[in-house]
């Protein structure tokens, strides 16, 4: 008899990072065939850029989700609870519902942590700390990187597991011969944490500059959120980019994929971060990425190997690097196999599913 595992996971929409790798669990087949597997879809917005804590609809969601929580814990019985909860704020305490109801029951909670900030957000506040120590006490954590395991360390004394996300191998992409002008590629929603400003600064820098060998073009795609198309527009030909700089818009699948690969070098100048998916799209497509010290950044590109890392709100330094990679062919080509095969080796869906399944086994060997 299989050993009965309920997921309780937040699925698209809105399709970020986290709810894509939550779709990936359970959706996998290797987690289908070593365990009996429920889910329940926690559900609060349709968009990323849906800011309301409250309405009607998202109370109504609460209220269901209790419910069929409720009836998985006493009809399911599962012996681990699989729960990808919010970090800190408000959903944090909207999901200490579903918290308390497990605890009521007795079953041990995973906890998959996707964000962080629990440090900064418990820090001197002694009620806060103690809600915390409650959620987290006798549960499990698995964090994205080593590089966080920080945030927890004043909640939680146990030892996290460390399971880096992945993607899918998109093995029907085909190569597309290279031009003399070298693409630089910006991929991510239009939001001024994913530092879109500083890679325009950046790119305005390298325009300027007198010691660039190759002609080169930036393009831009992600959705409108921080910025519209029209206040994008405007920053491009404040700086004088407008025959440099190009906003594709936003571009999923297949459309967004034949751009990455259309692309010379990747840009992800974000200033807030934990483990950014797009990073592991730019190394499958054998991209140098220039990316800053931000969560588990450092552990994903091997600065000088697989790209650079460069300090957060540093629009030099990117320059800087770009201009290494766009007058050294030999070097983003070196650079770019070494970031293919380390995603190969470390950030594809099969070894996801392969580690997850080896950390749930060596949970339940503990009961």
């Known amino acids: 008899m299989k050993n009965k595992i309920l997921l309780l996971l937040k699925l698209p929409p809105p399709l970020t990072g986290a709810t894509l790798i939550n779709q990936y669990v359970t959706e996998s087949e290797l987690i289908k065939s070593c365990f009996e597997v429920k889910t329940i879809k926690i559900s609060y917005k349709d968009s990323i850029?849906?800011?309301r804590i409250f309405s009607f609809r998202k109370i109504c969601n609460i209220i269901l989700t209790f419910i069929r929580l409720l009836k998985s814990l006493i009809f399911f019985r599962p012996l681990q609870i699989y729960f990808q909860v919010s970090p800190v704020g408000i959903a944090f305490f909207r999901d200490c519902l579903y918290i308390f109801l497990i605890k009521f029951f007795r079953k041990p909670i995973i906890y998959h942590l996707h964000g962080r900030g629990i440090l900064e957000y418990t820090e001197n506040f002694f009620l806060k700390t103690k809600i915390y120590k409650w959620a987290f006490r006798n549960s499990t954590v698995i964090c994205l990187s080593n590089l966080l395991t920080y945030d927890i360390q004043n909640i939680y004394k146990g030892k996290p597991y460390i399971l880096p996300n992945a993607i899918t191998i998109h093995l029907t992409i085909k190569?597309?011969?290279?031009?003399?002008t070298i693409n630089i590629l910006f991929l991510s929603n239009i939001i001024l944490s994913k530092g879109i400003l500083d890679f325009l600064d950046a790119i305005?820098?390298?325009f300027q500059s007198q010691t660039v060998k190759n002609d080169f073009r930036a393009y831009i795609v992600g959705k409108e959120v921080d910025l519209d198309r029209t206040k994008l527009n405007e920053h491009i030909i404040d700086r004088g980019l407008n025959n440099i700089v190009v906003y594709l818009g936003a571009k999923y699948d297949e459309d967004k994929y034949e751009i990455i690969n259309k692309s010379n070098i990747f840009v992800?100048?974000?200033l807030n971060e934990c483990f950014p998916l797009v990073l592991l799209e730019a190394m499958q497509s054998g991209l140098p990425v220039v990316?800053?010290?931000e969560g588990a950044i450092p552990e994903i590109i091997d600065d000088g190997i697989t790209g650079f890392i460069v300090e957060k709100q540093n629009p030099q330094?990117?320059?800087?690097?770009?201009?290494?990679?766009?007058?050294n062919p030999e070097l983003r080509k070196k650079m770019g196999e070494a970031g293919r095969k380390k995603f190969l080796e470390n950030y594809t869906i099969d070894k996801f599913e392969e580690n997850l399944v080896n950390v749930f086994n060596q949970i339940l060997e503990k009961q």
């Open 175 to 180: 190569q597309i011969k290279k031009t003399s």
């Open 317 to 327: 330094q990117i320059a800087e690097k770009l201009e290494i990679l766009i007058n």
């Open 268 to 270: 992800h100048p974000t």
């Open 204 to 206: 305005e820098l390298l």
């Open 291 to 293: 990316s800053t010290y």
């Open 49 to 51: 850029d849906d800011k």
